[in-house]
């Protein structure tokens, strides 16, 4: 099975404001583009990807992005994480009805294609399913096979939610780079351990993370 991604991007001015005690503010937007442009490439070196859609309606996001080879949706409805899937999904199966569609978060900067490739080969037994965050409360995966709807419910606690919308919770072992979005500086340690893309290298390099016990 071949899926489209649908990747959501906020302006990057406002993007990754969690980020902010441990990178600094005027380093945010760099760090959320440089996560991104990571993501992004990862999913279309991914065996299982035949597109990346991303919806955002930032400029300076939408021309690195669509020069790694994704396609750029604006965000029409401009209200928020799960319309703007909604949005990017509608105009996924504006011309490919039965396309499978998997939602990925845009803050994955370690991710492996390999890694991606064995969540969507699981995914591609259940109608929907998601893989939670790696704190375990979270989501940044949610797939909708042929036929059936993404449904979105990301925000806080989705886990949870994507759980009650009756989507199947995938295996977490052996994918650790799927799982470690990116939010605090702690996270952004945690992904580095486990190797981020060059984007996030070098918009990283030589950084300081300040807030080791605040988060």
Known sequence: MQWTLVIPLKPLVRAKSRLAPAAGDALRPDLALAFAQDTVAAAMACTAVRDVVVVTDDGRAGRELAALGARIVPDAP???????LA?????????RPQAPVAALNADLPALR???LALVLASAAAFPRAFLPDAAGIGTTLLSAAPGAELLPAFGTAS?????ASGAAELPLAGVDSVRQDVDTGG???AALALGVGPHT?????GLLLLDHSTD
């Open 78 to 84: 401009q209200a928020g994480l799960n319309a703007a």
């Open 87 to 95: 949005h990017g999904e509608a105009a996924v199966r504006a011309t």
């Open 113 to 115: 294609p390999a890694e």
């Open 159 to 163: 886990r949870a939610r994507h759980r």
């Open 187 to 189: 996270d952004l340690r």
């Open 201 to 205: 290298a070098r918009a990283t390099a």
